[in-house]
Nanobody
Framework: QVQLVESGGGLVQAGGSLRLSCAASGRTLGIYAMGWFRQAPGKEREFVAAISWSGALTDYADSVKGRFTISRDNAQNTVYLQMNSLKPEDTAVYYC?????????????????WGQGTQVTVSS
């Protein structure tokens, strides 16, 4: 079993920053790629960012590129999402997920374990 727990969400003004954390229990995450997804009210879940098993490779949705940074600390079994220059359209529930392999892309089907989500609200 793998359990992923997101934290760090909250309310922030446009232009502000938040840092999300995803802590894992159970098996270690060190050999798996990890991703962040989000779902806004009335919208489908969308890809935000992904990171390879070693952290050497990253991928970002165009909507967050240059503003968000994904990172990981395999020794602590934790993945992070640093979010800067936040916009109201970033408002969503953010989910972390473990991929099926060491490198993964933007499709939800590439991930097999998901956290419960953490709410991010950006006011204008």
């Amino acid at each position: 079993q793998v359990q992923l727990v997101e934290s760090g969400g909250g309310l922030v003004q446009a232009g502000g920053s938040l840092r999300l954390s995803c802590a894992a229990s159970g098996r270690t995450l060190g050999i798996y790629a990890m991703g962040w997804f989000r779902q806004a009210p009335g919208k489908e879940r969308e890809f935000v960012a992904a990171i390879s098993w070693s952290g050497a490779l990253t991928d970002y949705a165009d909507s967050v590129k240059g503003r968000f940074t994904i990172s990981r600390d395999n020794a602590q079994n934790t993945v992070y999402l640093q979010m800067n220059s936040l916009k109201p359209e970033d408002t969503a529930v953010y989910y972390c997920a473990r991929a099926r392999g060491g490198v993964a892309g933007r499709r939800g089907s590439e991930y097999d374990y998901w956290g419960q989500g953490t709410q991010v609200t950006v006011s204008s």
